[in-house]
């Protein structure tokens, strides 16, 4: 099982600024990775794909990079509805599809 | 626009079964894989099982194999996922979510809002 490790666990970062976010795999996933963000009360939603893709209707300010182990999600100059839980998800080696543990983005 | 509705959860007991189910429209439903994805109270994301469109692919996590099953309908457009044996940690929010593609599991596209899952011992 590829195991997902996200880091930080919680985020804090001011209104304007940038936020990163790495997620680490146990063992090379390829491009085979994808982002959520999850706000309380609601479905996760799908942010990127295929480590760096934007999905449909996300915003340019999302942006993610890297390949085999080593992943990051960029968000540029926060917006108060960017913050929220974001997960990272490989689907290169399956079963199981494995999710890191989250990372908690919130306002400094 | 894609829309899929959960439902079927509740309080179970132990040991029981229910049977969860999900509503696709919006999108056609016979092309692409389905998933079930859970979230424990508090916790993250669990991948649970997948189907591909035709139903000849079928994968479940270790820890439901044996104990869950998924099936799709897709004349009806619709997903299901029939739980047995259920045991105090499936107790979950069970998401319904579409594939990217047809055949092989990969990330989860469109998500519905969940039905909870209450199991008690």
């Known amino acids: 099982e590829v195991v997902m490790t996200q880091s930080p666990a919680t985020l804090s970062v001011s209104l304007g600024e940038r936020a990163t976010l790495s997620c680490r795999a146990s063992q090379s996933v390829g491009s085979d990775l994808a982002w959520y963000q999850q706000k309380p009360g609601q479905a996760p939603r799908l942010l990127l794909l295929d480590a760096s893709t934007r999905a449909t209707g996300i915003s340019a300010r999302f942006s993610g990079s890297g390949s085999g182990t080593e992943f990051t999600l960029t968000i540029s100059s926060l917006q108060s509805e960017d913050f929220a839980v974001y997960y990272c998800?490989?689907?290169?080696?399956?079963?199981?599809?494995?999710f890191g543990q989250g990372t908690r983005l919130e306002i400094k | 626009e894609v829309h899929l509705v959960e439902s079927g959860g509740g309080l179970v007991k132990s040991g029981g079964s229910l049977r969860l189910s999900c509503a696709a429209s919006g999108f056609t439903f016979s092309s692409y894989n389905m998933n079930w994805v859970r979230q424990a109270p508090g916790k993250g994301l669990e991948w649970v099982s997948s189907?591909?469109?035709?139903?000849?692919?079928?994968y479940y996590a270790a820890s439901v194999k044996g104990r869950f099953t998924i099936s799709r309908d897709n004349a009806r457009n619709s997903l299901s996922l029939q739980m047995d044996s259920v045991r105090d940690e499936d107790t979950a929010l069970y998401y319904c979510?579409?594939?990217?593609?047809?055949?092989?599991?990969?990330?989860?596209?469109?998500w519905g809002h969940g039905t909870p899952l209450i199991v008690s011992s």
């Open positions: 979510a579409t594939g990217v593609g047809a055949t092989h599991p990969s990330c989860f596209q469109d």
């Open positions: 998800q490989q689907y290169n080696n399956w079963p199981p599809l494995t």
């Open positions: 189907i591909s469109s035709t139903s000849a692919y079928i």
